[in-house]
């Protein structure tokens, strides 16, 4: 099949977070089964051309711009670094900025990419056959496919698919934006659209022929009220064409037998070589070098999705329990300044990095004992599947991806524990849990032999893509 990846960002090139992992990893496995695949994305000021071997594609080419026949001129360009065709929409004005998200103008800006990437469709001379949508920040691409589109001979025929990776983040605007983006007629309302409003994400899910989320639990989740942000009825309506698919793991770039990050790299026949990346992420957070002392460590946004408030709550019975305990991460201003104070207030087992360290990330996940994601919700998560193969047990709160891919270590044949109740008594009983175990090396080491061995490569979602692409296909051409 022909597939166009739309996308705000992607690995290597940029990266805010996981969407960027997907969109490096997914294409990849797809075009190994032999899927004419190509990636599309803004031309960010930050992407360096030179390093990923961008060179221009062809002449530059009009946008519509509004209602009246205004256009802009856009350039595109290509990189083939990563084996997958990658196209990049530069628009000096819209796409010539610091940060890829983060404006007052982003929906303008993003309306605007979808409008450019529906007028390089006509430059690729043959539409593909699937266009495949992520997040909120394609949502226009699914509204004018299934009206102005509708009308055009060339577009007519495109089957379209719909990835959710974060209800919570929707791109609700102002419907002032329709004429912006070129919609002039009337746009009937969705039921869960604020009068005068527009929500993007909810348009991406109202319109495309199929729809998933990233993994199967939360396809499941966000068709109720405590998990659906408000769309759970539009959800409910689409539900025949709701699928969960759990994400993958690019087994080359997250391999510690490899990673030039760890100060000693092992695999599951070496793990006591994992003491040294122990020793050497505790020297790196200023903490005692003690191999006895359990070292557990969160690696992530510090927003109250990843339940960081719960970690919070329950520090002082947390560090009563005599283990270690370090943050790495940067994320909302009243949780950064409270991990800010645990050093001082927890000296000797509390250690706190508040900013994104790609190096010191890979170090903890092969040095830690216990990897946290205590999440609120989590669509999937890439952390808990990284530190497994890393041999870093996790612990998890049963919600989405985290339910989907860390089994209990209670059932026998477990990866790692996990708790339901989002409480600190439920969180502090799986911090006893895996205290116990700690104290037993034999089987501590035979449950990091089990995490260690998961396969989460991308070859399986590749191959349920392609099946959706092709369920995609008989829906939109019955």
């Known amino acids: 099949m022909r597939i166009l990846y739309v996308v705000a960002e992607a690995a290597p090139f940029i990266k805010v977070g996981g969407l960027a992992d997907v969109a490096y990893g997914l294409p990849r496995a797809l075009r190994a089964m032999g899927h004419d695949i190509r990636v599309i994305l803004p031309r960010h000021r930050a992407i360096h051309g030179r390093a990923w071997?961008?060179?221009?594609?062809?002449?530059?080419?009009?946008?519509?711009?509004?209602?009246?026949?205004?256009?802009?001129?856009?350039?595109?360009?290509?990189?083939?670094?990563?084996?997958?065709?990658?196209?990049?929409?530069?628009?000096?004005?819209?796409?010539?900025?610091?940060?890829?998200?983060?404006?007052?103008?982003?929906?303008?800006?993003?309306?605007?990419?979808?409008?450019?990437?529906?007028?390089?469709?006509?430059?690729?001379?043959?539409?593909?056959?699937?266009?495949?949508?992520?997040?909120?920040?394609?949502?226009?691409?699914?509204?004018?496919?299934a009206t102005a589109g509708r009308r055009d001979r060339f577009y007519r025929p495109i089957a379209t698919v719909f990835t959710i990776h974060n209800l919570s983040y929707q791109g609700i605007t102002g419907d002032a934006l329709l004429a912006f983006g070129g919609l002039g007629e009337h746009v009937d309302r969705l039921e869960v659209e604020p009068p005068g409003h527009i929500n993007w994400l909810a348009r991406g899910i109202a319109h495309a022929d199929a729809i998933n989320t990233?993994?199967?639990?939360?396809?499941?989740?966000?068709?109720?009220?405590?998990?659906?942000?408000?769309?759970?009825?539009?959800?409910?309506?689409?539900?025949?064409?709701?699928?969960?698919?759990?994400?993958?793991?690019?087994?080359?770039?997250?391999?510690?037998?490899?990673?030039?990050?760890?100060?000693?790299?092992?695999d599951a026949e070496t793990l006591e070589r994992r003491a040294e990346n122990k020793r050497a992420a505790q020297q790196a957070f200023g903490l005692p070098v003690k191999p006895e002392v359990p070292?557990?460590?969160?690696?992530?946004?510090?927003?109250?999705?990843?339940?960081?408030?719960?970690?919070?709550?329950?520090?002082?019975?947390?560090?009563?329990?005599?283990?270690?305990?370090?943050?790495?991460?940067?994320?909302?201003?009243?949780?950064?300044?409270?991990?800010?104070?645990?050093?001082?207030?927890?000296?000797?087992?509390?250690?706190?990095?508040?900013?994104?360290?790609?190096?010191?990330?890979?170090?903890?996940?092969?040095?830690?004992?216990?990897?946290?994601?205590?999440s609120k919700f989590e669509p999937c998560g890439l952390g808990q599947m990284i530190a497994m193969r890393y041999g870093a047990l996790p612990l998890v709160r049963a919600v989405g991806g985290l339910a989907d891919t860390v089994q209990d270590i209670g059932s026998g044949e477990g990866t790692g524990f996990v708790f339901a109740a989002f409480t600190e008594a439920a969180f502090l009983e799986?911090?006893?849990?895996?205290?116990?175990?700690?104290?037993?090396?034999?089987?501590?080491?035979?449950?990091?032999?089990?995490?260690?061995?998961?396969?989460?490569?991308?070859?399986?979602?590749?191959?349920?893509?392609?099946?959706l692409y092709r369920q995609a296909r008989a829906w939109h051409n019955p």
């Not at 175990?437 to 089990?450: E, K, T």
């Open 214 to 266: 990233v993994s199967p639990r939360y396809a499941q989740e966000i068709l109720t009220p405590e998990f659906g942000f408000g769309l759970e009825p539009l959800l409910q309506r689409r539900a025949d064409r709701l699928v969960g698919i759990l994400n993958g793991l690019d087994p080359e770039a997250w391999n510690p037998r490899t990673d030039p990050a760890l100060a000693a790299p092992f």
């Open 295 to 374: 070292l557990f460590a969160f690696i992530g946004r510090l927003i109250e999705q990843k339940g960081v408030d719960l970690l919070l709550r329950a520090a002082e019975a947390l560090f009563a329990r005599g283990i270690q305990v370090v943050v790495l991460g940067e994320g909302m201003p009243e949780y950064t300044a409270a991990f800010a104070e645990w050093p001082a207030r927890f000296p000797g087992q509390a250690g706190v990095r508040l900013a994104f360290d790609e190096c010191l990330a890979r170090l903890l996940y092969g040095g830690a004992d216990v990897f946290l994601m205590p």
């Open 53 to 145: 071997g961008l060179r221009p594609l062809g002449p530059s080419f009009e946008v519509p711009v509004g209602l009246g026949g205004e256009t802009r001129r856009v350039e595109v360009e290509i990189s083939e670094a990563t084996g997958v065709p990658t196209y990049f929409i530069w628009d000096e004005f819209y796409f010539g900025r610091d940060q890829v998200y983060g404006y007052p103008d982003d929906p303008q800006r993003f309306i605007f990419f979808c409008r450019a990437v529906l007028a390089f469709l006509r430059q690729m001379g043959e539409p593909p056959e699937i266009l495949h949508g992520n997040d909120w920040h394609t949502g226009f691409l699914f509204l004018w496919l």
């Open 430 to 467: 799986a911090v006893d849990r895996a205290l116990a175990l700690y104290a037993d090396r034999a089987a501590w080491q035979a449950a990091q032999c089990r995490a260690m061995a998961r396969d989460f490569s991308w070859a399986a979602a590749a191959r349920a893509y392609a099946e």
